[in-house]
């Protein structure tokens, strides 16, 4: 594995230590390093509480402490392993378990959980060997995935991961015309997570993740497209008169470009409907949320105007939209009628031109 892979494995030491050596020697002979436990056998049980030789007579808080303090080791790919044959995880475990999730921790199981109701989804459960195949298959660890009817479930345990800044990462998805002359589109997504108005694709930073790796991810995930990183556009904290605004909790947003070469959209559920269209346009005939269109505000004047006016650019589909809600999308009906009036026009022109003689004589000889 050229990817540096690291693990620590949790579970019961009374009822399945065993069972963590094991798993232990699968993930080391593999090339994961498992940071805990360390090798070696349990000396003693003091209170209930399993300790090695150099741990005798250390208080048990201090030895879990320094147990979880190795998650802050795990880095970009690393991940807890939970040992619980039968689904028993066991108190300590149990308290383990908690602090993995809220710090973002990747976690596997072995079982199903049995004693406790934590949620984990469903791509989490795998045997010591299936994983180690699965990581040296793919280099990477398996993604989750969520069942359709824990969505709910999944966004409140997501919601709990929620440190003192959360930083999230927009796109402004730019689709370059063929023309030089032509106004950049940009991509808007409408989307229940801001009232159903429009907004940029984006999301939050993951534990671990880069910036651009986030803006990738988000704009695959949300829109089916691949593109290239362009230029940054602005960073900012979230707008307090925004209506979305959360007190306690410093929002940034870090706003880039992102370039691409099709306009064919997949949107995922995260967003109900979406447009491509000048950011002229949005700013003029779009229900933007308040942060999206400080960026598209700040990328229009980035871009500057074209030299070609307004008014000869080619409608966009907001354009479009815009003059049939405000009565100037013409029908075939109503233009068929147009042309018959125009039509009765020229004929009562002719019929004025044929009778001008007519009308002459009448003027010079009046009747008497």
Request: charged share 25%; hydrophobic share 35%.
């Amino acid at each position: 594995m050229a990817t540096t892979f690291r693990c620590i494995l949790h579970g019961s030491f009374s009822k399945h230590f065993d069972f963590m050596k094991e798993a232990y020697n699968t993930f080391s002979a593999a090339g994961i390093e498992v940071l805990a436990p360390k090798q070696g056998e349990i000396a003693a049980f003091e209170d209930g509480f399993a300790v090695f030789e150099d741990e005798r007579g250390q208080d048990p808080r201090l030895i879990e402490l320094l147990y979880l303090h190795n998650l802050k080791k795990l880095g970009e790919n690393g991940f807890s392993y939970f040992v619980n044959p039968g689904g028993y995880l066991g108190r300590s475990a149990s308290y383990e378990l908690g602090i993995a999730q809220i710090t973002n921790t990747r976690c596997f199981f072995r079982n199903k959980l049995a004693d406790h109701p934590a949620y984990v989804h469903k791509n989490s459960l795998w045997k010591p060997e299936q994983l180690v195949d699965y990581i040296v298959t793919h280099n990477a660890l398996p993604s989750p995935l969520i069942k359709r009817n824990e969505r709910t479930i999944h966004e409140l345990w997501e919601d709990l991961m929620v440190p003192g800044s959360v930083v999230a990462t927009g796109a402004i998805i730019e689709h370059q015309p063929r023309s030089t002359r032509t106004e950049k589109e940009i991509l808007l997504v409408k989307t229940h997570k801001w009232g159903n108005r429009y907004s940029m694709v984006g999301g939050k930073v993951r534990r671990n993740e880069r910036l651009h790796q986030t803006l990738l991810r988000e704009l695959k995930e949300e829109t089916g497209l691949s593109g290239e990183i362009g230029a940054h556009v602005c960073t900012f904290d979230q707008l307090k008169d925004s209506g979305y605004y959360q007190a306690g909790v410093q929002h940034i947003f870090v706003d880039n470009i992102v370039k691409v070469k099709s306009k064919r959209v997949t949107l995922n559920d995260e967003a109900q409907d979406y447009i491509w269209t000048t950011p002229s346009d949005a700013l003029k005939y779009l229900d933007i949320e308040p942060n999206a269109k400080t960026t598209v505000e700040l990328y229009a004047r980035q871009v500057g105007p074209l030299s070609r006016h307004a008014d000869d650019k080619p409608l966009t589909a907001v354009r479009k939209r815009h003059q049939r809600r405000n009565g100037h999308h013409h029908t075939s009906r109503d233009k068929a009628f147009a042309v018959n009036r125009l039509f009765g026009q020229w004929q009562n022109l002719v019929s004025d031109l044929y009778r001008t003689p007519e009308i002459i004589a009448k003027s010079l000889h009046p009747a008497e």
